[in-house]
């Protein structure tokens, strides 16, 4: 034994002799003292200080190692018990590179070994954490790298990925199949001469990604990547660090931190926002989380019965009106939009969250980047024993201000419902969905021409400003818009089906909430029938590149949506007054809806602007007053407005028609 070890032994033994004779009980959570301190790691080349926050351990140790697995402790310390059940400990050397965890002393026994909650940086999968100069993982030019602006929040086009999924596909051609670095590599096409990557992303205009969680997650062995392995991400193990299986080294904790800045400068160099998918909700493990290994049970709710309450149906859900898992949320969020530049983040089952910890976050964000989007799901799981009026839930984006949630009205109202196959919607031909279709068009405001007491599941505007109502029609749950539209109508023809699946689309590129798009979608991705594709092989998730060749009118058709969408702010009007005062519906009967952006909307170049959607199965002849240039009909869209039209227009079956007036 080492001397320094020797010592340490000694001062442990001494330290457990006398703790064993006190404990530290409190009555109830609300009773934990809490703390202002700035708990995360302090590194400088003089001296680190290590921090947890464990009112009930009556002992803190600190283990170091000489890489993250496979090594033995070589140094252990004993932390301070400070004030407000923080424990510290500031060692005076420099310590870049040194692998540690924590340990606590509760109830007369050592708990298991965790990073920590605040770990920054990690070994390979995520059992130690490391002592890390920050400022060696910047990539050259990262000081001067920026965040995306936008003059309002529904001007973003959000394109949901997974990191694996883009590049995994060998067709890809990707020199980096599934990492960080792949998905930002240019250059890359398929052999047969389409682009893949980040440089299909910008040819198809998008101007923010959303990134499937892509923080460090329990589910893939970082150990094994030489085997196939796949998951979405959705159970949190350390929550501060990037997931290490898109690193190309998993096992040096600086890889993965390079490797995603690097990632998010590339995006940015391309006029990209990057958003991170976060899951404050719950997390992976319950028992032997890294949250009950420092502090047990204080982070979680739990039933009258004692039992871990699991409104996320994962087994767990966190508490983050209690002051500590409150600060942690705020503080993770913070650091990821200092030090990763990211441009926003998207809470999955926000509903289980609270209100003003979600309203206070935002705040906290926007103070960095007032650019920021913060959406999420405003819905739970199941129950909660968080009271409903507290809960950060869709109904109750009135009270946020900041924040937007997505629209289960018009996903299921173009579509059909996602948990029944056989539902259907709009486009697909089911009747009465007109109202759920208008509530969607104007982003879930307050508008006078709409019967709310028809739309699908509000029966009231859910959205202060029409940016609050994230417009989706599929996303990585449920079945994927083509295999939704195949188990709804499985008599439909591949012409039919491909006829709703523009027309999905085309509803949510021009409504005035925030557009969002499934990555794929813009080429019919399938699934094979797949509903929940968590776990699901790479020959069931990734990207078949193929089908950019193959369905090219729908790819080309995208793309064209989004271009008008981008040249015409009429079709983003960022408040509500605006909209009330220059949209009108003209036409809502089954299978049809058709109304007018008015008065250069917005400083819209187009003075009026006609938008039909004929969902008939038929086409229709549509009576006009004026003379009016066409913009799109059907597949073809008119740049230059040589194309006019007078009296009446006929409007193919399943497709869109935009009209305007200069």
Same mark, same amino acid.
């Not at 503080?331 to 998207?346: A, N, Q």
């Given at each position: 034994?080492?001397?320094?070890?020797?010592?340490?032994?000694?001062?442990?033994?001494?330290?457990?002799?006398?703790?064993?004779?006190?404990?530290?009980?409190?009555?109830?959570?609300?009773?934990?003292?809490?703390?202002?301190?700035?708990?995360?790691?302090?590194?400088?080349?003089?001296?680190?200080?290590?921090?947890?926050?464990?009112?009930?351990?009556?002992?803190?140790?600190?283990?170091?190692?000489?890489?993250?697995?496979?090594?033995?402790?070589?140094?252990?310390?004993?932390?301070?018990?400070?004030?407000?059940?923080?424990?510290?400990?500031?060692?005076?050397?420099?310590?870049?590179?040194?692998?540690?965890?924590?340990?606590?002393?509760?109830?007369?026994?050592?708990?298991?070994?965790?990073?920590?909650?605040?770990?920054?940086?990690?070994?390979?999968?995520?059992?130690?954490?490391?002592?890390?100069?920050?400022?060696?993982?910047?990539?050259?030019?990262?000081?001067?790298?920026?965040?995306?602006?936008?003059?309002?929040?529904?001007?973003?086009?959000?394109?949901?990925?997974?990191?694996?999924?883009?590049?995994?596909?060998?067709?890809?051609?990707?020199?980096?199949?599934?990492?960080?670095?792949?998905?930002?590599?240019?250059?890359?096409?398929?052999?047969?001469?389409?682009?893949?990557?980040?440089?299909?992303?910008?040819?198809?205009?998008?101007?923010?990604?959303?990134?499937?969680?892509?923080?460090?997650?329990?589910?893939?062995?970082?150990?094994?990547?030489?085997?196939?392995?796949?998951?979405?991400?959705?159970?949190?193990?350390?929550?501060?660090?990037?997931?290490?299986?898109?690193?190309?080294?998993?096992?040096?904790?600086?890889?993965?931190?390079?490797?995603?800045?690097?990632?998010?400068?590339?995006?940015?160099?391309?006029?990209?926002?990057?958003?991170?998918?976060?899951?404050?909700?719950?997390?992976?493990?319950?028992?032997?989380?890294?949250?009950?290994?420092?502090?047990?049970?204080?982070?979680?709710?739990?039933?009258?019965?004692?039992?871990?309450?699991?409104?996320?149906?994962?087994?767990?859900?966190?508490?983050?009106?209690?002051?500590?898992?409150?600060?942690?949320?705020?503080?993770?969020?913070?650091?990821?939009?200092?030090?990763?530049?990211?441009?926003?983040?998207?809470?999955?089952?926000?509903?289980?969250?609270?209100?003003?910890?979600?309203?206070? $976050?935002? &705040?906290?964000? +926007?103070?960095?980047? *007032? %650019? =920021?989007?913060?959406?999420?799901?405003?819905?739970?799981?199941?129950?909660?024993?968080?009271?409903?009026?507290?809960?950060?839930?869709?109904?109750?984006?009135?009270?946020?201000?900041?924040?937007?949630?997505?629209?289960?009205?018009?996903?299921?109202?173009?579509?059909?419902?996602?948990?029944?196959?056989?539902?259907?919607?709009?486009?697909?031909?089911?009747?009465?969905?007109?109202?759920?279709?208008?509530?969607?068009?104007?982003?879930?405001?307050?508008?006078?021409?709409?019967?709310?007491?028809?739309?699908?599941?509000?029966?009231?505007?859910?959205?202060?400003?029409?940016?609050?109502?994230?417009?989706?029609?599929?996303?990585?749950?449920?079945?994927? $818009?083509? &295999?939704?539209? +195949?188990?709804?109508? *499985? %008599? =439909?023809?591949?012409?039919?089906?491909?006829?709703?699946?523009?027309?999905?689309?085309?509803?949510?590129?021009?409504?005035?909430?925030?557009?969002?798009?499934?990555?794929?979608?813009?080429?019919?991705?399938?699934?094979?029938?797949?509903?929940?594709?968590?776990?699901?092989?790479?020959?069931?998730?990734?990207?078949?590149?193929?089908?950019?060749?193959?369905?090219?009118?729908?790819?080309?058709?995208?793309?064209?949506?989004?271009?008008?969408?981008?040249?015409?702010?009429?079709?983003?009007?960022?408040?509500?007054?605006?909209?009330?005062?220059?949209?009108?519906?003209?036409?809502?009967?089954?299978?049809?809806?058709?109304?007018?952006?008015?008065?250069?909307?917005?400083?819209?170049?187009?003075?009026?602007?006609?938008?039909?959607?004929?969902?008939?199965?038929?086409?229709?002849?549509?009576?006009?007053?004026?003379?009016?240039?066409?913009?799109?009909?059907?597949?073809?869209?008119?740049?230059?407005?040589?194309?006019?039209?007078?009296?009446?227009?006929?409007?193919?079956?399943?497709?869109?028609?935009?009209?305007?007036?200069?």
């Amino acid at each position: 034994m080492k001397v320094n070890t020797i010592l340490s032994f000694l001062l442990l033994t001494m330290l457990i002799t006398s703790c064993s004779k006190r404990t530290t009980v409190f009555s109830s959570f609300d009773d934990y003292p809490t703390t202002k301190k700035n708990l995360w790691l302090a590194y400088s080349k003089e001296a680190t200080t290590f921090k947890i926050w464990s009112p009930t351990a009556t002992a803190v140790k600190l283990n170091f190692y000489k890489t993250g697995d496979n090594s033995d402790v070589f140094e252990t310390h004993v932390l301070q018990d400070d004030e407000n059940g923080v424990w510290s400990k500031t060692i005076k050397r420099d310590l870049n590179g040194i692998y540690y965890t924590y340990q606590v002393y509760i109830n007369d026994e050592w708990l298991a070994e965790t990073p920590g909650i605040y770990a920054q940086a990690v070994g390979v999968n995520g059992n130690r954490a490391m002592v890390l100069d920050f400022e060696k993982t910047n990539p050259k030019g990262w000081k001067n790298d920026e965040y995306v602006s936008l003059k309002s929040p529904n001007d973003a086009i959000i394109y949901e990925l997974h990191i694996r999924d883009l590049t995994i596909q060998k067709e890809a051609n990707s020199s980096y199949p599934g990492k960080y670095l792949g998905l930002v590599e240019s250059g890359t096409k398929t052999n047969l001469n389409v682009s893949t990557a980040i440089d299909h992303i910008k040819e198809m205009g998008i101007t923010h990604v959303h990134l499937l969680p892509t923080f460090d997650h329990y589910a893939i062995d970082e150990t094994q990547l030489d085997k196939p392995q796949f998951n979405w991400g959705y159970d949190p193990k350390n929550y501060n660090v990037p997931e290490g299986s898109f690193a190309t080294n998993p096992f040096d904790a600086e890889v993965r931190i390079k490797e995603f800045k690097t990632m998010v400068k590339a995006f940015h160099e391309a006029g990209i926002g990057v958003i991170l998918d976060v899951v404050y909700n719950h997390t992976g493990r319950t028992e032997h989380s890294n949250f009950n290994l420092e502090n047990p049970k204080y982070y979680y709710r739990f039933k009258e019965n004692g039992a871990y309450s699991d409104a996320a149906a994962c087994g767990n859900e966190t508490a983050s009106e209690r002051k500590m898992m409150r600060k942690f949320m705020i503080e993770s969020v913070k650091y990821w939009t200092k030090e990763y530049h990211l441009d926003g983040f998207r809470f999955d089952l926000m509903g289980i969250h609270d209100i003003k910890t979600m309203n206070l $976050l935002a &705040d906290e964000v +926007k103070k960095i980047n *007032p %650019n =920021a989007l913060i959406y999420g799901e405003g819905w739970t799981a199941g129950d909660s024993p968080l009271p409903e009026p507290k809960r950060a839930l869709k109904k109750h984006t009135l009270q946020m201000p900041q924040i937007a949630a997505f629209s289960d009205d018009i996903r299921d109202g173009i579509k059909g419902s996602v948990f029944d196959d056989k539902s259907t919607g709009f486009v697909s031909g089911a009747k009465d969905k007109e109202e759920s279709i208008k509530f969607g068009i104007v982003g879930s405001i307050n508008h006078p021409q709409i019967a709310y007491k028809n739309v699908n599941y509000s029966n009231e505007p859910w959205a202060n400003q029409p940016w609050q109502a994230i417009n989706y029609v599929s996303c990585h749950d449920n079945h994927t $818009l083509f &295999d939704k539209l +195949k188990v709804s109508k *499985p %008599n =439909a023809s591949e012409i039919e089906i491909k006829a709703m699946h523009k027309l999905a689309t085309a509803i949510v590129l021009t409504s005035q909430g925030t557009p969002f798009l499934h990555a794929g979608s813009e080429m019919m991705r399938t699934k094979s029938g797949e509903h929940n594709s968590y776990k699901s092989p790479d020959s069931i998730n990734q990207i078949d590149w193929s089908l950019k060749v193959n369905n090219a009118d729908v790819v080309t058709y995208y793309q064209n949506l989004i271009k008008i969408r981008k040249q015409h702010p009429a079709f983003r009007m960022p408040t509500a007054k605006m909209i009330q005062e220059n949209l009108v519906f003209l036409t809502s009967e089954d299978g049809l809806v058709a109304y007018q952006l008015k008065n250069n909307a917005n400083k819209d170049s187009w003075k009026d602007i006609l938008i039909i959607f004929n969902a008939k199965t038929n086409s229709i002849n549509y009576k006009l007053e004026k003379t009016w240039h066409i913009a799109v009909l059907e597949d073809d869209f008119y740049f230059n407005g040589q194309e006019t039209v007078s009296n009446k227009i006929s409007i193919p079956r399943i497709s869109m028609v935009i009209l305007y007036q200069k």
